[in-house]
């Protein structure tokens, strides 16, 4: 019996202490002015609500945008809008921000924006750029995130384009980054790309990655836009195929 009573209040004694420093705890947090905060949502979370809002028929273009469009919210105004300053747009300015920058030491400057340190050496980058000292310029160049030239042609390809990349973000996880986010978008690209092209291109290329690269890059000779977006028709096809032979001779890249 006396053994039980001991055990008892041992057990008593833990709780109670446990619960006092629960306590002090929080009367400490609440001295220093610490209050606890929501996390932000991750870049899969933003990626997924993106998609969400879109039609099943979105391009691809579409895609992209309206996920930078979501990441842009998790920017602080002052790095979007020197951004915007510099790149003209606010798509372009979204481009440089989720491509790895050579001047940032092949750093994500989204992903280097979410710490403090981080955000100033993205800002200091972008004021070099700014006045000349570097070039760093968005990689897939293009005015807007509309199509050029080839509004008219029916994208039968996107139609489940959507659809597969909200699959395979399921898959990866939940803090995924930026970079396996986009690996999943080229997964589904390739998914959506018919194998002859795909071959082609990788034999013109070098490699399927940058094969990929190259089918959802943004091409001056498209009047702007990717080869991907216009590879639902065979006359689209036919000017990749055209474009892939003239990058095997070394006339345009």
Request: aromatic share 6%.
């Amino acid at each position: 019996m006396t053994y039980t009573l001991i055990c008892v209040t041992i057990i008593l004694l833990i709780i109670w202490l446990l619960i006092l420093h629960d306590k002090l705890v929080e009367r400490r947090r609440k001295k220093l002015g610490i209050i606890d905060k929501p996390l932000p949502p991750t870049d899969r979370a933003l990626a997924r609500k993106a998609l969400e809002s879109l039609s099943v028929r979105a391009s691809f273009a579409q895609i992209i945008c309206r996920i930078q469009e979501y990441w842009c919210k998790q920017i602080s105004p002052e790095v979007l809008e020197t951004a915007v300053d510099i790149f003209g747009s606010k798509e372009e300015a979204m481009r440089w921000l989720t491509i790895r920058q050579p001047s940032l030491g092949m750093g994500l400057p989204l992903e280097l924006c979410r710490i403090p340190e981080g955000e100033k050496q993205v800002l200091q980058v972008l004021e070099d750029i700014k006045t000349a000292t570097l070039q760093d310029k968005p990689l897939s160049p293009g005015d807007d995130c509309d199509s050029k030239g080839w509004q008219d042609v029916e994208q039968k390809t996107h139609y489940t384009l959507r659809n597969i990349i909200t699959t395979g973000l399921a898959t990866v996880p939940a803090d995924a980054s930026w970079p396996m986010i986009w690996k999943v978008i080229l997964s589904a690209v390739e998914t959506e790309t018919p194998e002859s092209i795909l071959n082609r291109a990788t034999q013109a290329l070098g490699n399927k990655d940058d094969a990929l690269q190259w089918l959802v890059t943004d091409n001056m000779v498209l009047g702007g836009i990717s080869p991907f977006e216009i590879i639902a028709t065979e006359e689209g096809q036919k000017e990749i195929l055209k474009l892939l032979g003239q990058i095997e001779h070394g006339i345009v890249s």
